[in-house]
């Protein structure tokens, strides 16, 4: 069954510095997503992104945040300087399409700020 | 689908049945019922998803009223593994994103 991945599982980082989580999704999908999920807390919406562009955005993601289909496979998420606060765990999500499609979800990449 | 409410807990034992609902009141013509289940550090996965009357798959049945303002996840014969965190969602903005909610945390135990 084809998966979405992502890398790393877990990032470790300082505050201030930048990061990149890297996703694959599914090959044949068009439609791409991240959310992330702070330690007991619910699943947030952060991205859509469709046509190599962003379709919708969250308040969450500010001028820190940024995404990126570099080549045909990967979906990268770039956050520029980090903040404790962006401690989290970092879902991607691909589609075939849109409102009422299935979306397959990815591990996850667990960023820890210190 | 906007607002969802679902219970914050459940306990089961294996071999139960176990029936999970949802209340959306506010659902809007077009929108579909999805339920989706999260493992422990996880990413969320796909169960089910409906618009009326009744859907079942492999997993799950959806049961869905005529009003469609609530719906009912039931899982048959649950085992340990189906411990997890169940939601009830909608999808938002112009490319669907998915609104999750506190979902349902089951526990189940032998």
């Known amino acids: 069954e084809p998966e979405v991945t992502q890398t790393p599982s877990h990032q470790v980082t300082q505050m201030g510095q930048e990061v990149i989580l890297r996703c694959v999704p599914i090959s044949n999908h068009l439609y791409f997503y991240w959310y992330r999920q702070i330690l007991g807390q619910k699943v947030e919406f952060l991205v859509s992104f469709y046509n190599n562009e962003i379709s919708e955005k969250s308040e969450i993601f500010d001028d820190q945040f940024s995404v990126e289909r570099p080549d045909g496979s990967n979906f990268t998420l770039k956050i520029r300087s980090t903040k404790l606060e962006d401690s989290a765990m970092y879902f991607c999500?691909?589609?075939?399409?849109?409102?009422?499609?299935?979306?397959?979800f990815g591990p996850g990449t667990r960023l820890t700020v210190t | 689908l906007a607002k969802t409410t679902q219970p914050i807990s459940m306990d089961s034992y294996e071999g139960q049945e176990v029936n999970i609902t949802c209340s959306h009141n506010n659902i809007a013509t077009n929108d579909y019922i999805t339920w989706y289940q999260q493992f422990p550090s996880q990413g969320p996965r796909f169960i089910i998803q409906g618009y009326k009357t009744k859907v079942t798959n492999e997993v799950a049945s959806l049961f869905i009223p005529a009003d469609r303002k609530s719906s009912t996840l039931s899982l048959p014969r649950v085992s340990l593994s189906d411990t997890a965190v169940y939601y009830c969602?909608?999808?938002?903005?112009?490319?669907?994103?998915?609104?999750f909610g506190k979902g349902t945390k089951l526990s189940v135990k032998p």
């Open positions: 969602l909608g999808y938002g903005g112009s490319q669907g994103n998915l609104i």
């Open positions: 999500a691909s589609s075939s399409g849109t409102s009422g499609s299935e979306q397959y």
